[in-house]
């Protein structure tokens, strides 16, 4: 039963954030009653095995949706084949002022400078610890906004540390633009320091649990070719377990004249969507199916994911798809792929 259509314009006529909260309080309601089995039959398994790692469909739930892995029953409950959460941060910070989170329906698009709001790895932990959910976990790690840029790695080893044991794969978030420098990270001796040293913490921490978690790198669609290459190269010599591509840009130019979009931060949705494809496509020519892809970016249809796909992804995630179009998004890509 698709009850989006009728939801949506009521959600659209609340400010973003806080439709968003209502949303997912909504979805808590409905999967604590029991109705969300209702609504949402399940959806028929697609399994792909990726990374070590048995997914039980393509498509998961992107970043950002649940920073801190309070809705993660719920989110799962909609047929997701995988689920991350965060971007979580060592310490609870409370993100950028508000307003910072804009909706431009008439390009399908949000912008948003959140700023990785949220409430801490300690807290995010003991969620999953709380959860039920059995399924594929993408515990996404960034950085606190006041450690400085050149102590970056402190922060990602912390969150590696502390999340190695709880997720079914880390990712490293380097490409938000709403944490100063961040994106720095992702250029020349900086990405590399950064990559050897999480690989090695990695490999540390496979010896003390038993158990191996791969490790995932992040990356904006804003990179050009000979970045792209670099980081390409890198993830095949750290043998990096896999790369999301990507996160939101910020450019403008597919939105110019808009009224927001001289809003600072992130554009994501159907304007990312062919910024994001290039980049798969690139990657794929550099990494030769040595190293997976997962594509985000602008998947508002099942072609969009087969796009994804035809460029060379293995798997794909939505968030802005799943504001516009609701949870059917999911069964409606999962069916076509
Ligand atoms: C409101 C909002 C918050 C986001 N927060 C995060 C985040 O915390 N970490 C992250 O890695 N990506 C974050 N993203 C990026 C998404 O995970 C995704 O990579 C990007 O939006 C492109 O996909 P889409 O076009 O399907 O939205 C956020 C996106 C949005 C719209």
Known sequence: MNLYPLLRPLLFSLDPETA????????????????????????????????????????????????????LDSLAALGFGFVEIGTVTPRPQPGNPKPRLFRLPEHQAIINRMGFNNHGIDHLLAQVKQSRYTGILGINIGKNFDTP????????????????????????????????????????????????????????????????????LKIAPDLTTDEINHIAKLLLEFEIDGVIATNTTIARDMIAGHPLAHEMGGLSGAPVKDKSTAVVRELTAELNGRCPIIAAGGILSAAD??????????????????????????EDIVKSL
């Open 149 to 216: 840029i050149e102590n970056a790695v402190d922060d990602y080893l912390i969150g590696l540390r502390k999340a190695y044991s709880s997720a079914s794969y880390v990712t490293i978030n380097i490409s938000s633009p709403n944490t100063k420098n961040l994106r720095q990270l992702q250029q020349g001796d900086e990405i590399k320091s950064l990559i050897s040293a999480l690989k090695e913490e990695q490999l540390k921490l496979q010896q003390e649990h038993g158990k191996y978690v791969p490790l995932v």
């Open 20 to 71: 968003h909260e209502v949303t997912l309080k909504l979805l808590n309601a409905a999967h604590a009653s029991g109705l969300s089995k209702l609504i949402y039959p399940a959806i028929e398994d697609k399994p792909v095995r990726l990374m070590g790692l048995e997914f039980k469909n393509p498509v998961g739930l992107a970043a950002g949706l649940d920073k801190n892995g309070d809705y």
């Open 305 to 330: 994911a087969q796009e994804k796909i035809a460029a060379g992804a293995s798997l794909v995630q939505i968030y802005s798809g799943l504001i516009y179009k609701g949870p059917q998004l999911v």
